[in-house]
Nanobody, 122 residues
Framework: QVQLVESGGGLVQAGGSLRLSCAAS????????MGWFRQAPGKEREFVAA????????LLADSVKSRFTISRDTAKNTVYLQMNSLKPEDTAVYYC???????????????WGQGTQVTVSS
């Protein structure tokens, strides 16, 4: 069992930065692939970023590739999403997820956090 708690969301102006954190509990954190997804009002949830259990490989959605970075600190059981050059279209609830293999697919993740709101004003 893995429990995930996101933090770091908030209101920021376009062009600004935020860093989201996802604190995980559970003995298997180090072996889990971790992902970030987001859901904007009226839209389906979409993939944002993922990192392999070892921390070596990452995946990023094309829409964020040059602006966001995902990383993890296994010692702290925490995964981060550094978001730079934020745009109003990045406004969404951001969810952290844990799974066995790194993937862009929601069904590849077994555990989900409650989400944190990110609002980017123009």
């Amino acid at each position: 069992q893995v429990q995930l708690v996101e933090s770091g969301g908030g209101l920021v102006q376009a062009g600004g930065s935020l860093r989201l954190s996802c604190a995980a509990s559970g003995r298997t954190f180090g072996s889990n692939a971790m992902g970030w997804f987001r859901q904007a009002p009226g839209k389906e949830r979409e993939f944002v970023a993922a990192i392999r259990g070892s921390g070596g490989s990452t995946l990023l959605a094309d829409s964020v590739k040059s602006r966001f970075t995902i990383s993890r600190d296994t010692a702290k059981n925490t995964v981060y999403l550094q978001m730079n050059s934020l745009k109003p279209e990045d406004t969404a609830v951001y969810y952290c997820a844990a799974g066995t293999f790194i993937t862009t697919l929601e069904r590849g993740y077994n555990y989900w956090g409650q989400g944190t709101q990110v609002t980017v004003s123009s």
